[in-house]
């Protein structure tokens, strides 16, 4: 009889606190150059297009050092010293411009790595048999961070100082690094961190090359369809807090935007939990479309009413689609990849365009804000999205192999023919 799955704790752990890690600073960043610091929506959207722009340069490279890397737990630790240490100099300086997109680069370049790094030990520790399952309770932990952290936040903001918010980034990198620890370096299997080897000649197992990528249309029509959903998703929750932060203060502000995150992050829980159960059942297709179609009502929503309490129930909207998306994102991409090798340098090219959909997103969005209003930005990002859903819905197949004929279930965490990821046991 098989022996029951169990979920790796200390990657679960190492989620939790990267929820905050990985997530930086952002929606707080906005909040605060525009009440500490009075800067302007198209400023501000520069400033966050910096970190993503940074991304995109360095995530293709980031998730094909990810693939060859057998120090995966390292660089890690390494990139949530970082994002701690450059969220602590934004306000540990006076508004000097320089800082703050310096800042927002370092974090984008430390994100470029945290992403596929994840996904690598994920898939190393569990192999495609559990994938699904580690990688919904990954999201669901991650999320559970972001509500600790966010909930914190907003105590820290109201009762001590807005610029707490961001100590507490520092203080969630230590906990990812203790929790990097705990890691059994020596479980994580090489192959199968990579998404699986093919087999050359000699029975020796080589990745395949990065060309093989292109001669599959799926990972293209399915990079597309993800661009399109950042680029309809990312500006949203900084336009509605720059909204709610409209007449009060830095203290309402941030405290606001603290719970639209923790109204997001609650139903983020549930939905990481449900494709955990269903997406082998229901087909990956049927639920990324549930996610897209999110976006437009939302859109729509912000235009109606501002009231801080709609806009903080319309925002927990976004934990059904943002909780979807992070789930089946790695889900399908896993799938297209199967075999080849480079998992991880695909999630770093897909990921790197999904940048490009960000920081095209903050941009145009708030310079439309600027220049007729935050119901017509709204608007436009949910004309993105149902651009989006349309193509992803017709072009898109269904790349679940419970859905295909003839597949064969991917094998335990053993079954590339690598070793683990530290051999020497350092």
Request: overall charge neutral.
């Amino acid at each position: 009889m098989a022996a029951t799955f169990k979920l790796n704790r200390p990657l679960l752990g190492v989620n939790f606190f990267l929820g905050d890690v990985v997530q930086g600073i952002g929606p707080y960043l906005s909040i605060y150059l525009l009440s500490a610091y009075h800067w302007k929506p198209g400023g501000i959207g520069m400033a966050l297009a910096a970190g993503s722009i940074a991304t995109v340069i360095a995530q293709p490279p980031a998730g094909a050092i990810i693939d060859s890397s057998y120090r995966k737990r390292t660089i890690l630790g390494v990139c949530a010293v970082l994002v701690g240490l450059a969220s602590a100099l934004i306000v540990m300086t006076n508004d000097p411009p320089w800082i703050v997109y310096g800042a927002q680069v370092a974090i984008g370049v430390a994100c470029a790595f945290i992403a596929p790094g994840i996904a690598a030990v994920t898939m190393g520790l569990v192999g495609q048999k559990h994938f699904a399952a580690q990688t919904s309770a990954n999201q669901a932990s991650n999320h559970a961070g972001n509500v600790f952290g966010a909930a914190l936040g907003a105590f820290l903001a109201i009762y001590w100082l807005p610029a707490g918010i961001f100590w507490l980034l520092a203080v969630m990198a230590i906990g990812m690094l203790v929790s990097l620890f705990l890691i059994d370096g020596d479980a994580i299997d090489y192959s199968a961190a990579r998404g699986g080897m093919s087999e050359a000649e000699k029975g020796k197992a080589l990745p395949e090359g990065y060309l093989t990528l292109l001669s599959d249309r799926r990972p293209l029509i399915f990079a597309i369809s993800v661009v399109l959903f950042h680029f309809a998703n990312a500006a949203m929750l900084p336009l509605v807090g720059q909204k709610l932060a409209l007449g009060t203060d830095v203290r309402d502000g941030l405290a606001f935007t603290s719970a639209c995150i923790i109204a997001a992050q609650f139903f983020m829980i549930l939905t990481a939990l449900l494709c955990g159960a269903k997406a082998d059942i229901w087909g990956r297709k049927l639920l990324f479309l549930m996610a897209f179609a999110i976006l437009p009502i939302r859109g729509v929503l912000y235009t109606l009413w501002d009231d801080p309490y709609f806009l903080v129930a319309v925002q927990s909207l976004d934990g059904l689609a943002n909780g979807i998306f992070g789930v089946i994102f790695l889900l399908i991409l896993a799938d297209v990849t199967r075999g080849t090798g480079r998992f991880n340098f695909a999630q770093g090219v897909l990921t790197a365009l999904i940048g490009v959909g960000a920081t095209l997103s903050n941009l145009i969005a708030g310079w439309i804000v600027e220049w007729a209003g935050y119901s017509a930005g709204f608007l436009f990002l949910a004309g993105v999205a149902v651009a989006g859903a349309v193509l992803f819905g017709i072009l898109m197949p269904e790349t679940a192999p419970s859905k295909q004929r003839g597949s064969i279930a991917a094998d335990g965490p053993n079954s590339g023919s690598g070793g683990s990821e530290n051999p020497l046991g350092t």
